[in-house]
């Protein structure tokens, strides 16, 4: 599976865009970007998930570079209540690999 | 209720003691997972399974076993506690493609004295 890369924490004020980065610049064509988060004492949530368009939903956004090489989750106005851990996985598509490989990811604090 | 349960939330046991983690859910997905988290790891899966009667091993299967007698059940086993196994475990599971979203249950906090 390729591995990603995401800065340790980022801060965002509350009502403000939060722009969550992530590179996968080993990322192979059959690989889909999902993102998930954590907020504390909870299981893992799942956010968003795309193979080389933009993806959005009620949640967030996920832009995916054209080289698919790194790829930024937006959460257009966030709350205190999205003070959490945020997972970056990449991981082929397909019917037959179901497991997900979980980072370090990027704690975001929301300040108010 | 609908959705995906862990039990017991909570469990102190002792180093050699046999425990069960139970995981059920209500959606008759085909994937069922078990993850441990631990600090300065993530989370790191340990066996998982594609159907009834059908599991494979992830990451760090040793000193568990799993088994999926039914669709919905999946338990992990811990046959001789140690120490190291003292972590959160988290259940998981998708529809039958098994390449979509992944719903966690809430978890089950396990210490080993």
């Known amino acids: 599976d390729a591995k990603t890369t995401q800065p340790p924490s980022m801060d965002c004020a509350e009502g403000r865009a939060a722009n969550l980065p992530c590179n996968h610049s080993?990322?192979?064509?059959?690989?889909?970007v999902y993102w998930y988060r954590q907020i504390h004492s909870q299981g893992p949530q799942y956010i968003i998930h795309?193979?080389?368009n933009n993806e959005t939903n009620e949640m967030a956004s996920l832009i995916i570079t054209e080289d698919r090489k790194s790829s930024t989750l937006i959460l257009p106005h966030a709350t205190l209540r999205d003070t959490a851990v945020y997972y970056c996985i990449v991981r082929p598509g397909g019917t037959s690999y179901g497991k997900l490989t979980f980072g370090q990811g990027t704690i975001l604090t929301v300040h108010p | 209720d609908a959705g995906i349960t862990q039990s017991p939330r909570y469990k102190i046991t002792e180093t050699g003691r046999q425990v069960t983690l139970m995981c059920h859910q209500t959606?008759?997905?085909?994937?069922m997972f078990w993850y441990r988290q631990d600090l300065g790891h993530g989370l790191r899966l340990i066996y998982y399974?594609?159907?009834?009667?059908?599991?494979d091993k992830g990451e760090v299967p040793d000193g568990y076993v799993v088994s999926r007698s039914k669709t919905e059940n999946f338990p992990l086993t811990l046959e001789s506690a140690t120490r190291s196994q003292t972590s959160v475990y988290f259940c998981?599971?998708?529809?039958?493609?098994?390449?979509?979203?992944?719903?966690f249950g809430p978890g089950t906090r396990l210490t080993v004295l």
């Open positions: 080993t990322i192979s064509g059959n690989e889909y």
């Open positions: 795309g193979l080389k």
């Open positions: 399974s594609a159907a009834a009667d059908i599991t």
């Open positions: 998981a599971s998708s529809e039958s493609t098994g390449a979509g979203e992944q719903f």
């Open positions: 959606w008759s997905h085909s994937y």
